[in-house]
């Protein structure tokens, strides 16, 4: 790759990051235009698409094209998974994630979210399973115990949901998130007293 096209991609990305995806895009799909096989790129565009359920789809067509480029490379199947998570294709997003998982077994947002894969498809033991690797992995991922809490909350699991919010409160004292799902938590621990 040449070095001006690498730091079209960093300018792209930063752009992203200050809220101008729409500019992102139009970097990136210059960039496809003069190097249709730029891994760095497809990857690039798939995550910023990848952003909402819209151009999840979209994000899909980049992203298969980086898999066939480099079948042995993680991040484009992590990323083909979301796209198919934000689309509730939950059996083929299973399929992709276990590839980077199998490509990258040690990667802890791989394992994240394959277990957002199955608590959203209602398989909350499958979820809890991943999820606990996930924690193994990056025991301080403040992320993956709230995912940990909010499926322990769904299976009404209230003292293992308690401890999950608690310990993102060790993480981030401010994390409101984790604070209105504890109090939530207690309400319902009280009331089941």
Known sequence: MK???????????????KGNPRRARVI?????????EN??????????????????????????????IAPSNPVPWGHLGES?????????????????????PDDAYYWHRLGMVYDKDKRRDEALEALHNSIELN???????????LVYLRRKDAENAIYAFEKVLELNPSNPIAQDNLDEVSKMKENTS
Do not use: C, Q
Request: overall charge negative.
């Open 3 to 17: 070095e001006d096209t690498h730091l079209k991609i960093l300018e792209a990305m930063s752009a992203a990051v």
């Open 28 to 36: 990136l799909k210059r960039i496809l235009t003069e190097e249709p």
């Open 39 to 68: 891994l760095e790129a497809l990857i690039a565009i798939g995550a910023l698409l990848n952003s909402s359920k819209e151009t999840a789809e979209e994000a899909m067509n980049f992203l298969i094209r980086a898999v066939k």
């Open 84 to 104: 198919l998570l934000l689309l509730a294709k939950y059996e083929r997003a299973e399929k992709y994630l276990k590839k980077a998982i199998e490509l990258k």
């Open 139 to 149: 025991p301080n991922d403040e992320t993956t115990w709230i995912s940990l809490g």
